[in-house]
């Protein structure tokens, strides 16, 4: 029907520039992968291997989890919008949204210095 055709219409399209942007953002240096969650941290898309997928999203899920509880006991009411970490090896990048949550993992480039 005339309705169905214009839901996948509007659903390629969306999927065709999630897929553009997923690619774009793979295409920068040291990106190692990139994950897609739903916002109780089950993995949707991923690059990363099954083990590295199922180990990140439950860190970031509970991480978030952590994050939002310790907020509002600061009486701080802002949802969070983007949580950048560094380690000596790795930066993990989470931008959470209403429904999802992307995480992207990259090498780190730069050398790590302490202050």
């Known amino acids: 029907t005339q309705s169905t055709w214009g839901i996948n219409y509007c659903f390629n399209i ?10 774009r953002i793979k295409t920068h240096k040291g990106v190692k992968g990139i994950l897609i969650t739903d916002k109780d941290g089950f993995p949707i898309r ?5 083990e590295e997928t199922i180990e ?3 860190q970031v899920s509970q991480l978030l989890e952590y994050m939002e509880k310790e907020l509002i006991q600061c009486d701080i009411r802002e949802p969070i919008q983007f949580v950048r970490m560094r380690s000596k090896k790795h930066e993990i990048m989470i ?11 990259q090498e780190c480039l730069q050398p790590h210095y302490a202050f």
């Open 46 to 50: 991923s690059t990363l291997t099954q």
């Open 95 to 105: 931008a959470p949204d209403v429904q999802y949550v992307l995480i992207v993992i």
């Open 14 to 23: 969306k999927m065709s520039k999630l897929e553009e942007t997923l690619n």
């Open 56 to 58: 990140y999203a439950g």
